[in-house]
Protein backbone atom coordinates (compact mmCIF):
# COMPACT_ATOMS: atom_id res chain seq x y z
CA UNK A 1 0.00 0.00 0.00
CA UNK A 2 0.97 3.50 -0.82
CA UNK A 3 -1.32 4.99 1.92
CA UNK A 4 -1.63 8.45 1.79
CA UNK A 5 -0.27 10.31 -1.24
CA UNK A 6 -0.26 14.45 -2.02
CA UNK A 7 0.93 16.24 -4.75
CA UNK A 8 2.68 18.41 -5.56
CA UNK A 9 5.40 18.43 -2.96
CA UNK A 10 5.97 22.04 -3.06
CA UNK A 11 3.90 25.15 -4.88
CA UNK A 12 4.53 28.70 -5.00
CA UNK A 13 1.26 30.81 -6.20
CA UNK A 14 0.76 34.19 -6.81
CA UNK A 15 -1.96 36.25 -5.19
CA UNK A 16 -5.74 35.92 -6.94
CA UNK A 17 -4.22 32.04 -8.59
CA UNK A 18 -6.31 29.45 -7.95
CA UNK A 19 -5.06 25.62 -7.41
CA UNK A 20 -6.11 22.22 -6.56
CA UNK A 21 -4.03 20.39 -3.74
CA UNK A 22 -4.77 16.59 -4.50
CA UNK A 23 -4.92 13.84 -1.81
CA UNK A 24 -5.28 10.12 -2.33
CA UNK A 25 -5.07 6.73 -0.12
CA UNK A 26 -5.47 3.59 -1.01
CA UNK A 27 -6.35 2.08 2.76
CA UNK A 28 -10.21 2.33 2.08
CA UNK A 29 -10.79 4.26 4.86
CA UNK A 30 -13.78 6.30 5.34
CA UNK A 31 -12.54 9.46 7.11
CA UNK A 32 -10.35 11.66 5.16
CA UNK A 33 -8.94 15.35 6.52
CA UNK A 34 -7.42 18.52 5.06
CA UNK A 35 -4.90 20.32 7.88
CA UNK A 36 -3.04 23.05 7.78
CA UNK A 37 0.94 23.45 10.06
CA UNK A 38 2.13 27.31 11.07
CA UNK A 39 4.62 27.88 13.02
CA UNK A 40 3.32 27.89 17.09
CA UNK A 41 0.16 26.68 16.00
CA UNK A 42 -0.04 23.31 15.71
CA UNK A 43 -2.36 21.77 12.85
CA UNK A 44 -5.72 22.99 12.57
CA UNK A 45 -8.57 21.29 10.97
CA UNK A 46 -9.55 22.77 7.48
CA UNK A 47 -12.26 20.57 6.24
CA UNK A 48 -13.44 16.54 6.88
CA UNK A 49 -15.37 14.06 4.91
CA UNK A 50 -16.75 11.34 6.71
CA UNK A 51 -17.31 9.59 3.24
CA UNK A 52 -18.19 9.50 -0.31
CA UNK A 53 -20.42 12.52 -1.37
CA UNK A 54 -20.12 14.06 2.67
CA UNK A 55 -18.15 17.30 3.49
CA UNK A 56 -18.18 19.27 6.69
CA UNK A 57 -16.37 22.06 7.97
CA UNK A 58 -13.43 22.16 10.23
CA UNK A 59 -11.87 24.99 12.11
CA UNK A 60 -10.21 27.14 9.40
CA UNK A 61 -12.62 26.66 5.99
CA UNK A 62 -12.36 30.18 4.50
CA UNK A 63 -10.97 30.25 1.26
CA UNK A 64 -10.83 26.62 0.58
CA UNK A 65 -13.15 23.92 -1.33
CA UNK A 66 -13.72 20.25 -1.23
CA UNK A 67 -15.17 17.84 -2.43
CA UNK A 68 -15.45 13.90 -2.21
CA UNK A 69 -16.71 12.22 -5.22
CA UNK A 70 -15.11 8.51 -4.04
CA UNK A 71 -13.66 6.94 -1.70
CA UNK A 72 -9.92 7.39 -2.51
CA UNK A 73 -9.59 11.03 -3.32
CA UNK A 74 -10.31 14.28 -1.38
CA UNK A 75 -8.80 17.09 -2.92
CA UNK A 76 -8.86 20.47 -1.82
CA UNK A 77 -9.22 23.59 -3.84
CA UNK A 78 -7.42 26.99 -3.31
CA UNK A 79 -10.35 29.73 -4.72
CA UNK A 80 -8.25 32.77 -4.86
CA UNK A 81 -5.05 32.66 -3.04
CA UNK A 82 -3.67 35.15 -0.50
CA UNK A 83 -0.58 35.19 1.37
CA UNK A 84 -2.32 34.22 4.22
CA UNK A 85 -2.98 30.71 2.94
CA UNK A 86 1.19 30.24 3.04
CA UNK A 87 1.34 26.98 5.04
CA UNK A 88 2.13 23.38 4.85
CA UNK A 89 -0.74 21.48 4.23
CA UNK A 90 -1.13 17.41 5.48
CA UNK A 91 -4.02 15.51 4.22
CA UNK A 92 -4.81 12.73 6.51
CA UNK A 93 -7.50 8.93 6.66
CA UNK A 94 -8.80 7.21 8.99
CA UNK A 95 -11.13 4.33 8.92
CA UNK A 96 -13.81 3.93 12.28
CA UNK A 97 -15.79 0.88 13.01
CA UNK A 98 -18.65 1.32 15.45
CA UNK A 99 -17.36 5.28 15.97
CA UNK A 100 -14.02 4.12 17.57
CA UNK A 101 -11.56 6.40 16.07
CA UNK A 102 -8.52 4.93 14.72
CA UNK A 103 -5.01 6.16 13.85
CA UNK A 104 -4.99 8.84 11.41
CA UNK A 105 -2.26 8.02 8.89
CA UNK A 106 -0.92 11.82 7.45
CA UNK A 107 0.70 12.47 3.85
CA UNK A 108 4.07 13.64 3.35
CA UNK A 109 2.35 17.15 3.13
CA UNK A 110 2.67 20.26 0.12
CA UNK A 111 4.45 23.06 1.20
CA UNK A 112 2.57 25.65 -0.67
CA UNK A 113 3.82 29.50 -0.76
CA UNK A 114 1.84 32.51 -2.37
CA UNK A 115 3.14 35.97 -2.86
CA UNK B 1 -15.09 22.39 22.25
CA UNK B 2 -11.70 20.85 22.83
CA UNK B 3 -8.50 22.91 23.29
CA UNK B 4 -5.06 21.09 23.79
CA UNK B 5 -2.11 22.98 25.79
CA UNK B 6 1.53 21.83 25.07
CA UNK B 7 3.35 23.61 28.19
CA UNK B 8 6.81 23.86 26.67
CA UNK B 9 7.25 24.94 22.89
CA UNK B 10 11.01 23.42 22.89
CA UNK B 11 12.89 20.92 25.38
CA UNK B 12 16.41 20.61 25.27
CA UNK B 13 18.01 17.35 26.78
CA UNK B 14 21.34 15.47 26.87
CA UNK B 15 21.42 12.25 25.24
CA UNK B 16 20.53 9.36 27.20
CA UNK B 17 18.74 11.99 29.62
CA UNK B 18 15.27 11.25 30.58
CA UNK B 19 12.97 13.75 29.15
CA UNK B 20 8.70 14.63 30.16
CA UNK B 21 6.67 16.85 27.03
CA UNK B 22 4.03 18.04 28.99
CA UNK B 23 0.44 18.50 27.30
CA UNK B 24 -3.14 19.38 29.23
CA UNK B 25 -6.44 19.80 27.72
CA UNK B 26 -9.73 21.16 28.04
CA UNK B 27 -12.97 19.60 27.03
CA UNK B 28 -17.04 19.35 28.49
CA UNK B 29 -17.35 15.73 26.64
CA UNK B 30 -14.80 12.63 27.01
CA UNK B 31 -12.10 12.79 24.76
CA UNK B 32 -9.35 9.85 23.45
CA UNK B 33 -6.07 11.59 23.70
CA UNK B 34 -3.25 11.01 20.92
CA UNK B 35 1.02 11.75 20.57
CA UNK B 36 2.28 11.97 17.16
CA UNK B 37 5.82 12.94 15.93
CA UNK B 38 6.84 14.90 12.99
CA UNK B 39 10.21 14.40 12.05
CA UNK B 40 12.15 17.04 9.85
CA UNK B 41 10.51 17.66 6.08
CA UNK B 42 8.11 14.66 7.09
CA UNK B 43 4.32 14.00 8.21
CA UNK B 44 2.63 12.94 11.08
CA UNK B 45 3.09 9.38 12.38
CA UNK B 46 1.43 7.85 15.56
CA UNK B 47 3.55 7.15 18.52
CA UNK B 48 0.71 6.03 20.97
CA UNK B 49 -3.01 6.96 22.04
CA UNK B 50 -5.00 6.32 24.71
CA UNK B 51 -8.82 5.21 24.21
CA UNK B 52 -9.86 3.42 27.35
CA UNK B 53 -8.50 0.94 29.74
CA UNK B 54 -5.17 1.55 31.74
CA UNK B 55 -4.15 5.19 32.12
CA UNK B 56 -0.34 4.41 31.25
CA UNK B 57 -0.04 3.86 28.05
CA UNK B 58 2.84 2.56 26.07
CA UNK B 59 4.22 3.94 22.29
CA UNK B 60 6.62 2.85 19.88
CA UNK B 61 10.36 4.02 20.34
CA UNK B 62 10.21 3.53 23.82
CA UNK B 63 8.00 6.50 25.12
CA UNK B 64 5.10 6.30 26.83
CA UNK B 65 2.36 8.61 28.20
CA UNK B 66 0.13 8.66 31.47
CA UNK B 67 -3.97 9.74 31.15
CA UNK B 68 -4.43 12.26 34.13
CA UNK B 69 -8.44 12.17 34.27
CA UNK B 70 -8.34 14.71 37.03
CA UNK B 71 -5.45 16.65 36.01
CA UNK B 72 -6.66 16.70 32.60
CA UNK B 73 -3.04 16.00 31.96
CA UNK B 74 -1.68 13.15 29.16
CA UNK B 75 2.06 14.15 29.73
CA UNK B 76 4.87 12.03 27.35
CA UNK B 77 7.68 10.17 28.63
CA UNK B 78 10.78 8.23 27.65
CA UNK B 79 13.33 7.38 30.32
CA UNK B 80 16.26 7.65 27.78
CA UNK B 81 16.64 9.56 24.79
CA UNK B 82 18.68 9.25 21.56
CA UNK B 83 19.77 11.36 19.04
CA UNK B 84 17.40 9.93 16.19
CA UNK B 85 14.30 11.29 19.20
CA UNK B 86 15.26 15.10 17.49
CA UNK B 87 11.48 16.00 16.47
CA UNK B 88 8.42 18.12 16.63
CA UNK B 89 5.98 16.42 19.04
CA UNK B 90 2.39 17.21 19.08
CA UNK B 91 -0.16 16.26 21.47
CA UNK B 92 -4.25 15.96 20.05
CA UNK B 93 -7.74 14.86 21.50
CA UNK B 94 -10.68 13.97 19.59
CA UNK B 95 -14.03 13.53 20.64
CA UNK B 96 -15.43 10.43 21.70
CA UNK B 97 -18.72 10.73 19.96
CA UNK B 98 -19.35 12.05 16.26
CA UNK B 99 -16.38 12.45 13.59
CA UNK B 100 -12.82 11.71 14.08
CA UNK B 101 -11.68 15.56 14.27
CA UNK B 102 -8.23 16.17 15.70
CA UNK B 103 -7.79 19.10 17.99
CA UNK B 104 -4.35 19.70 17.75
CA UNK B 105 -1.93 21.39 20.62
CA UNK B 106 1.16 23.90 19.63
CA UNK B 107 3.47 21.09 19.44
CA UNK B 108 7.00 20.63 21.70
CA UNK B 109 9.93 20.89 19.70
CA UNK B 110 12.52 18.30 21.36
CA UNK B 111 16.42 18.54 20.49
CA UNK B 112 18.65 16.25 21.77
CA UNK B 113 22.31 17.28 22.39
CA UNK B 114 25.28 14.55 22.65
Known amino acids: NAGVTQTPKFQVLKTGQSMTLQCAQD?????MSWYRQDPGMGLRLIHY???????DQGEVPNGYNVSRSTTEDFPLRLLSAAPSQTSVYFC??????????????FGPGTRLTVT | AQSVTQLDSQVPVFEEAPVELRCNYS??????LFWYVQYPNQGLQLLLK??????LVKGINGFEAEFNKSQTSFHLRKPSVHISDTAEYFC????????????FGQGTRLTINP
Open chain 1, 92 to 105: ASSYSAGGTPYEQY
Open chain 2, 50 to 55: YLSGST
Open chain 1, 27 to 31: MNHEY
Open chain 2, 27 to 32: SSVSVY
Open chain 1, 49 to 55: SVGAGIT
Open chain 2, 92 to 103: AVTKIQGAQKLV
